[in-house]
């Protein structure tokens, strides 16, 4: 990791060429060098056009500038910005010059996020919610992210650390001043009373995790069912392109494949896998393995059989929801909706609108009286479930002293501390920063 206290400058738009490119500067000497390429400074915070040159007087391009001085910026520090045409060279030019300015240097990925992070501009939660922001295919996604970003998460959490805070104080206040008139001896029964409150709010809160990181990174619905039962034709229509190869040759399909769809804008991970059958044949039994194998993980399966046969309702590991589809229901014999959840043809396209709007009742279940104020990654939902696991023993360890429960309590806020960042989680910013482009 270079120094903090460097300058520090990247292209922060898209790839070129483009009709606009945009160049972020942040650190210490970021108005110095600017200043050093347009003449002089334009007011902070105002656009305006300006002839960048080289400093020696060569002209790279004319372009838009703006400056944000510190405290008032993204990170914290001096910051500028520098629109120019969006050419290859034109940017290459203007990144050299920048290259040659003492202790200013190119920016590493999520250099710029990190030291608004280190500057107290943002939290961690925060920070995650501007990646997931910037990665965002659907509208749920960034209606998610947005909640994130904006603080949404973070101001749910401060609030149930500083009761947690406050919990401890009154608590220790017993402890060492029991004596004193001006201190009740009744606050442990108001402090545990909010207490049983916070954990139920939290237990509430790491319910919706689940479909926090379903909303984040996709529905997983896998199709599952024998050789020939139309799953690769299935995946195929609801892609509306060819992403399996389908052919009348029973196990064709040996991997898993998968197709992102997007449902009323959530997204949706479709999962096409091999026939599950009884077979000696070695590569095809590896490829029903990994089949059972991501029925196990998944969120929603179908199970497929030709209108006739039965579908199989019971995977090994699975314990969620299965909805049976009788397939080739334009050229099958007649069939009842009692036997299956939905009849579909992949031909004539029969049943694949239903089918679109069972998976979407599926999700709206799921999100039912859910607000978007949810935990969506794996990490926050392991260190909710340990702050409420630590909150649990506090209030379950009556026979235990003031002081250990009180210690109960420190652990359960120190872990949603290391949710927002609040508690030293420094072995996680290099894992969380290396997900943004340089630039951000």
């Avoid at 738009?13 to 483009?18: E, K, R």
């Avoid at 040159?53 to 391009?61: E, Q």
Wanted: with cysteine; hydrophobic share 45%.
């Amino acid at each position: 990791m270079h120094a903090a206290n460097q300058t520090i400058y990247a292209l922060s738009s898209g790839s070129l060429p483009a009709g606009v490119a945009v160049i972020r500067i942040c650190g210490r000497n970021a108005l110095h060098a600017v200043e050093a390429l347009i003449g002089f400074l334009p007011p902070a915070r105002q656009a305006a056009l300006k002839t960048i040159r080289t400093r020696n007087g060569l002209i790279l391009d004319r372009g838009l500038v703006l400056i944000f001085p510190g405290p008032g910026s993204f990170t914290g520090e001096d910051c500028a910005e520098i629109q120019v045409h969006g050419g290859k060279a034109v940017v290459s030019a203007l990144l050299a010059e920048l290259e040659s300015f003492d202790d200013c240097r190119l920016a590493e990925h999520g250099e710029f996020s990190r030291r608004a992070l280190e500057n107290g501009k943002m939290d961690l939660v925060e920070v995650e919610g501007l990646a997931d922001l910037i990665g965002a295919e659907t509208e749920m996604q960034r209606r998610l992210a947005i909640e994130h970003a904006a603080g949404g998460l973070s101001d749910l959490y401060e609030g149930w650390a500083d009761r947690l805070t406050r919990a401890r104080a009154l608590i220790e206040a017993e402890l060492d001043f029991a004596d004193e008139d001006d201190v009740p001896g009744s606050v442990s029964d108001l402090v545990w009373r909010d207490m049983e409150r916070l954990r139920s709010e939290l237990s509430v809160h790491l319910a919706g995790a689940a479909f926090g990181e379903i909303v984040r990174d996709g529905l997983r619905v896998v199709i599952a069912g024998p050789p020939n039962a139309g799953k690769s034709s299935l995946i195929n229509a609801l892609a509306k392109r060819e992403v399996a190869i389908v052919t009348d040759i029973a196990g064709t399909t040996r991997d898993v494949l998968h197709v992102d769809l997007n449902i009323e804008g959530y997204a949706v991970r479709l999962y096409d896998t091999a026939g599950l059958r009884e077979t000696e044949e070695i590569v095809e039994r590896e490829g029903i393995r990994r089949a059972l194998k991501t029925v196990a993980d998944a969120d929603l399966v179908l199970s497929l059989a030709e209108i006739g046969h039965v579908a199989q309702t019971d995977f090994p590991g699975f314990s969620g929801k299965v909805l049976t589809l009788g397939t080739k229901a334009d050229i099958a014999d007649a069939a009842t909706d009692a036997d299956y959840d939905l009849l579909i043809s992949s031909i004539s396209g029969a049943g694949l609108r239903q089918l679109h709007q069972l998976i979407l009742a599926d999700l709206q279940e799921r999100s039912a009286s859910l607000s978007l104020a949810l935990p969506s990654r794996l990490r926050h939902r392991n260190l909710l479930s340990q702050s409420l696991q630590a909150l649990v023993a506090a209030l379950e360890s009556e026979d235990h002293g003031l002081d250990i429960r009180a210690e109960y309590l420190r652990q359960s806020g120190n872990s949603l501390g290391r949710i927002t960042g609040r508690v030293d989680v420094e072995d996680l910013l290099d894992v969380i920063f290396s997900e943004f482009c340089i630039g951000k």
